[in-house]
């Protein structure tokens, strides 16, 4: 017996990364997924993002797990395509409980434009809003919406790490409140709401030399070991980074009936990112 049996997930930006994570970490407590991804580069990303053959995988791990899965290439920019892609997910597997709005880009380092910037809100912002307003339609009473934000929404803006930094500090700011907003109404169809704000997540999002660039603007081209040397300063904690298991941890929890009474939470998962930066406001 699983905590979500007999639940269905949808779990955008699932082909790798945390969004591989939670859809597993779902899977293993019982839940059939509608695992979704762009499973393409986009022009203004500056790292390559997952392809075709990882959602397989990820596929491929859920049903190793026992539940059912459906697999949709769509890209939640596009709010046609992911409205119709929650739609025949939801015809193939019969229900909809939970939705997981992971998918999301952060460009970093050289090789930023201004399509980094559009396509970051488009992705990181956009994308949520299309995912979880598709969703709406489908959910019931007791349902659970979990959006990935960053501690980075919780430290303000970015604006000197160029467009594709400052757009991603913008988007997750602005889904933290939108979760804040959107988590009053659905209470009244008792349906939750929820936000999880990592720090540095050991994923592809990390690994790349425009992010190692942050951490050692002091090396032209650094390494991931001379970056990792850098990114503890981003917690209190002494760790460089946390896994995407961490998170997929809490996303379990804010799904499951275990969390039936939290909605419009914006839970940090960032090893004291925060309070090591932010001063108490009592």
Known sequence: ?????????IVSGAARGQGRSHAVSLAAEGADIIALDLCADLEGNTYPLARPEDLEETARFIEKEGVRVHTVVADVRERSAVWNAISEGVNRLGRLDIVVANAGICPMGKGQTLLS???????????????????????????S???????????????????????????KQMVAR????????????NIRINAVHPTNVNTDMLHNEGMYKVFRPDLEHPTREEAEVAF???????VPYIEPSDVSEAVVFLASDSARYITGSQLRIDAGGYVKSVPWKG
Do not use: C
């Open 1 to 9: 017996m699983g905590k979500l049996d007999n639940k269905v997930a």
């Open 117 to 143: 910037w559009s396509d970051t809100i488009d992705t990181d912002l956009a994308g949520v809003f299309n995912v979880i307003q598709g969703s709406l339609p489908h959910l019931g009473e007791g349902a």
């Open 145 to 171: 919406i979990i959006a990935t934000g960053s501690l980075a929404a919780q430290l303000g803006s970015a604006t000197n790490q160029g467009p594709g930094g400052s757009a991603y500090s913008l988007a």
């Open 178 to 189: 939108y979760v804040n907003d959107l988590a009053v109404q659905l209470a009244k169809k």
């Open 232 to 238: 503890p300063a981003m917690q209190a904690m002494r």
